[in-house]
């Protein structure tokens, strides 16, 4: 028996966390067990990976190979043993960010970050990666309302998250039994109309 994996993506500013905390309470209601996590980050060591990350200047390889170190971590201590108990688990943000940031933002060939996934994940794949898609402009300006002081990605220019988003829609082309574009530009409560329906195809 094994449980789902459900991962959330988008760019900065696109909504995601307030989606994540609402999908894990829908399904906690459908008497899922749910583990609710996040990248960077979900264990101890990876949390203090994520500050290092956010905040420290670091070359665009070392940034990718922490994220995966993080990853490691992350599968090890907490994914794979929630899903073989059979629990789901629902991740703010996976190896979907790292193709979309390290890869379409800051340039890094795919090659490389193919080999990580490969080594990191051995084939693990989230059954579903919910793509919470707005134009960047939308996105800045939900960052700026936040109000909260930008992490270092977040203080990144327009052309970078022009280009993470390309990534996002590149790669949900490629995959698009396991990636499914939500529309996140329209209210709150349509947001969760179209989640509850995606949700309820796989809870079958
Ligand atoms: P984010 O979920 O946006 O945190 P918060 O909502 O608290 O700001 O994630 C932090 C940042 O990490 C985000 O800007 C994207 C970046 N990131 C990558 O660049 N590569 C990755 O592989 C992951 C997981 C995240």
């Known amino acids: 028996m094994r449980g789902k994996f459900i991962t959330l993506e988008g760019i900065d500013g696109a909504g995601k966390s307030t989606h994540h905390q609402w999908l894990v309470k829908l399904l906690r209601e459908h008497g899922e067990q749910v583990v609710a996590t996040r990248e960077p980050g979900g264990t101890p060591l990876g949390e ?3 500050e290092l990350l956010l905040t420290q200047p670091m070359h665009l390889e070392t940034e990718a190979l922490l994220m995966f170190a993080a990853r490691r971590e992350h ?11 059979g629990d789901w688990v629902v991740s703010d943000r996976y190896t979907d960010a790292s193709f979309a940031y390290q890869g379409g933002g800051r340039g890094l060939d795919r090659g490389k970050l193919e080999i990580l996934e490969t080594w990191v994940q051995s084939g693990l794949q989230p059954d579903l990666t919910l793509l919470f898609d707005v134009p960047v402009e939308m996105a800045r300006a939900r960052l700026t309302t936040a109000g ?12 970078f998250f022009e280009r993470v988003r390309q990534a996002y829609l590149d790669r949900a082309q490629r995959e698009p ?3 499914v574009r939500i529309d996140a530009t329209g209210s709150l409560d349509e947001i969760r109309k179209s989640l509850e329906k995606v949700i309820s195809s796989i809870c079958k």
């Open 48 to 50: 203090r990976l994520r």
């Open 75 to 85: 599968l090890d201590k907490l994914i794979v043993p929630a899903l073989q108990r």
């Open 148 to 159: 909260n002081a930008p992490d270092r990605f977040e203080r990144e220019q327009q052309a």
């Open 177 to 179: 039994r396991r990636i």
